[in-house]
């Protein structure tokens, strides 16, 4: 599947998920983000050694990311991505190992965060830095502007 359709499936299978513990009236909101490097979608790692080795991949590489968006109100429906290209830094396995040690990185696709990466490991080189945060902002606006809640006034 390619990563734009698997973000996006995700993205509604989380909202579909969701449903069942909402009022019919209700505004869910679902997310998803990958990375995809060489042809192949990265998803979490399974555990810290499998961190280390997704980080040492995407060393000195240029890799995308993908983040889904799926908004559902009682009047309104929309699956759609953005993604970005990000370049990291040629960074030792060390520094690496240290970054996985003082950083939660299971919960988050490719195995960094890219708000908690030190400073100089990562650019941003085409999109949004919001994309791989996992909030396609965009999209999102468009999403809140479509149910009502963009231009609201307290």
Known sequence: MPPHKYV????????VKALENFPYN????????????????IGKPKNKID????LMDLNDNIHSVYTGISCLSNNFAMVDYEFANVKFQDISKEEWAAYITNNSVLDKAGAYGIQDLPAGYADVIEGRIETVIGIPIEKLKK????????????
Do not use: H
Not at 8 to 15: D, N, P
Not at 144 to 151: A, P, S
């Open 143 to 154: 999403c809140l502007e479509r149910t009502g809640l963009w231009n609201l006034k307290p």
């Open 26 to 41: 209700s505004i869910i909101f679902g997310f998803d983000t990958i990375i995809y490097f060489q042809n192949s979608i």
């Open 8 to 15: 996006m499936y995700y993205a509604k299978k989380k909202v």
């Open 51 to 54: 961190a280390l080795n997704i």
